[in-house]
């Protein structure tokens, strides 16, 4: 069904004005389901006057109506320090009546079923590496722009920022005496992955619309033609006469077009390697995720409702979440992430060679239930290609910082029913491996729970192979990795940790060819350490437990007390001190940062 938004370029404090003009749009309150700010909503505290704090007073005490839900982002000037108090101080983001702050980065869905991502503020060079660290700064770092990749797909983007190359291609000019805003690479990149049907921006004193452009396809088998129109608005002027106010219409359900307009053109934006896509699903596990569950309009949920299954700006494990534990966060890249886990099995003082726990969660960027739930065969195939890949990497730093010491183990629970699939790393001692305690631990503990009988594989890093089995969904694996073994021969024992380490590649190392003998797969074995994969069906009425993988190694390590992850949880300060430690000690392996 469809339905009407009006969105306002910038507002800078002119609260009774431009409320008061918005309302005569709309008498009877029933033609516009929404607003939208997509510029700056306050006036510059380093500039305000007096009128300025007095219209924030007001608006602030409910003296001010807003006549229609209202979502603003951050623009180009802080926020007021009072509207800082007021949203830390709030449980939900509305700091009055029907009006509501999207944060800094956001992916959230109207009751029409409106999706809207938003980014706000400036591009900022000086932040060196990672997300911007506070929320109420207008600054933002292109982490912060690829974290809203994960969103998949957007009805309605909005940013401030204008993207970069908007413009080529368009036959379109700026009013005479315009200036065109800096445009900023990670936004186009964005504006690219989400494809959305409005990208919604802001100018300072002219509008501009451009001609729809279209998106290359996903998919080139299908007819669907994906079309963005860009839309910059100007701020509010009491003085000036100039088009603030822009009004539409969207179908949230209907179909891409497969008509274009006569006017469109072809994508601005230069072809990307990779694109990031979506399927629904439902949690498992929620590691690392921060703050209450709220509402499609920031507000908390209540307990006692009955929720349907999160999609990605809920989950607890998308980027696109805005709740999401940034701090957890290691490694972004192009089609999966890695974070420490919250409430980590293992501690900092676990290993004597690893000052950090070293549990770890890989993620596909994609919200999916399971690997193989992954539409797009190339998709599917290059997530988990970079999954191993990031879990090869990691075999690599641990055998540097502990040669033969430290071996490792992967495991990942697949359930059709689920939310968003994810493999969990965690180092164990080597020696544990080279005595098959780990497998037979994991073969001993289904058979006491009953599962089916658990299988042994043979490790295959081509993606295919490894993900799809059938139709199968729903199963437990798990990969054991031990290193090289020790040896008296220190050029042997150099030359088997210059292999580790320089190996790669997704297809390399680990495992040997099909067609070696088998002494020549003996050989290529110990010199590159050993992988073991077990593989544990599961039908689709079994109970399974989530923590099992967990269960085992806590067992194996001694450390039953620390099984729940709820039990165990840090401060903020801790985590993101384990988080620091293990980037140090991981930089020279991680391909994403490179």
């Not at 005496?177 to 900023?184: F, K, L, Q, R, S």
């Not at 100039?242 to 077009?257: G, H, M, N, Q, V």
Request: some cysteine; overall charge neutral.
């Amino acid at each position: 069904m469809a339905t009407k938004l009006l969105v306002v370029g910038g507002v800078h404090g002119h609260f009774s004005a431009v409320f008061s003009k918005i309302a005569a749009q709309d008498p009877n309150n029933n033609t516009f389901s929404s607003a939208i700010v997509a510029g700056d909503l306050f006036a510059d505290p380093a500039s305000s006057s007096t009128a300025d704090d007095e219209q924030l007073f007001a608006l602030l005490d409910n003296k001010i109506k807003v006549p229609l839900p209202t979502y603003f982002t951050l623009g180009q000037v802080p926020l007021p320090q009072r509207v800082i108090e007021r949203l830390l101080s709030s449980p939900s983001d509305e700091i009055c009546e029907n009006l509501y702050f999207f944060g800094k980065r956001t992916t959230l869905t109207t009751t029409e079923r409106v999706k809207i991502v938003a980014l706000g503020g400036r591009s900022d060079p000086n932040i060196a590496s990672g997300t911007s660290k506070d929320a109420y700064t207008p600054v933002f770092s292109p982490a912060d722009a690829k974290v809203l990749h994960g969103a998949n797909t957007a009805h309605i983007l909005v940013t401030p920022t204008w993207p970069k190359w908007i413009r080529h291609g368009s036959k379109i000019d700026l009013p005479q005496d315009a200036i065109e805003p800096v445009g900023d690479e990670s936004i186009a990149e964005l504006c690219s992955t989400l494809r959305p049907r409005y990208h919604f921006s802001s100018s300072p004193n002219f509008f501009y619309e451009r001609e729809p452009f279209l998106h290359a396809p996903k998919d080139p088998q299908t007819d669907e033609k994906h079309i963005t129109r860009f839309i910059s608005i100007p701020s509010y002027s009491p003085k000036a006469k100039r088009k603030w106010l822009y009004a539409f219409r969207i179908d949230p359900t209907s179909e891409p077009s497969t008509d274009p307009p006569p006017s469109t053109t072809a994508s601005p934006f230069p072809s990307k390697k990779s694109h990031k896509r979506q399927l629904p699903g439902q949690e498992q596990q929620a590691p690392h995720a921060s703050g209450p569950e709220r509402d499609n309009r920031g507000r908390p949920r209540k307990r006692h409702q009955r929720q349907p299954p999160p999609g990605p700006g809920e989950c607890f494990f998308c980027l696109s979440n805005p709740n999401i534990a940034t701090h957890l966060i290691t490694s972004i890249g192009d089609d999966s992430y890695v974070t420490t886990a919250r409430g980590p099995l293992t501690t900092a003082t676990t290993f004597a060679s690893l000052p950090f726990p070293g549990h770890l969660l890989i993620i596909p960027l994609t919200h999916s239930p399971t690997l193989h739930s992954i539409t797009d065969p190339q998709a599917r195939s290059s997530t988990y290609a970079e999954m191993t890949r990031f879990r090869r990497a990691m075999h690599r730093m641990l055998h540097q910082r502990a040669p033969h010491q430290l071996g490792a183990v992967t495991w990942e629970i697949s359930r059709a029913n689920g939310v968003h699939t994810h493999w969990q790393f965690l180092p164990i001692d080597a020696d544990l491996v080279h005595r098959g305690l780990v497998s037979a631990a994991f073969k001993v503990q289904a058979e006491n729970e009953q599962y089916a009988k658990m299988e042994t594989r043979e490790v295959n890093l081509a993606a295919a192979a490894e993900i799809d089995d059938g139709d199968r969904h729903d199963f437990f694996r798990v990969w054991i990795w031990s290193p090289p073994k020790d040896t008296t021969n220190g050029a042997a024992a150099a030359a088997a940790a210059a292999a580790v380490t320089d190996a790669d590649g997704p297809t390399e190392g680990l495992v040997p060819t099909v067609d070696a003998t088998k002494e020549a797969r003996d050989t290529s074995s110990d010199r590159l350490g050993r992988e073991q994969c077990l593989f544990l069906p599961l039908s689709e009425d079994v109970r399974f437990d989530l923590q099992f993988g967990r269960r085992v190694l806590a067992k194996l390590l001694g450390l039953e007390n620390r099984i729940n992850w709820k039990d165990v949880s840090q401060s903020q300060e801790a985590e993101t001190a384990d988080a620091e430690a293990f980037k140090a000690a991981f930089k020279e392996f991680d391909f994403s940062a490179q």
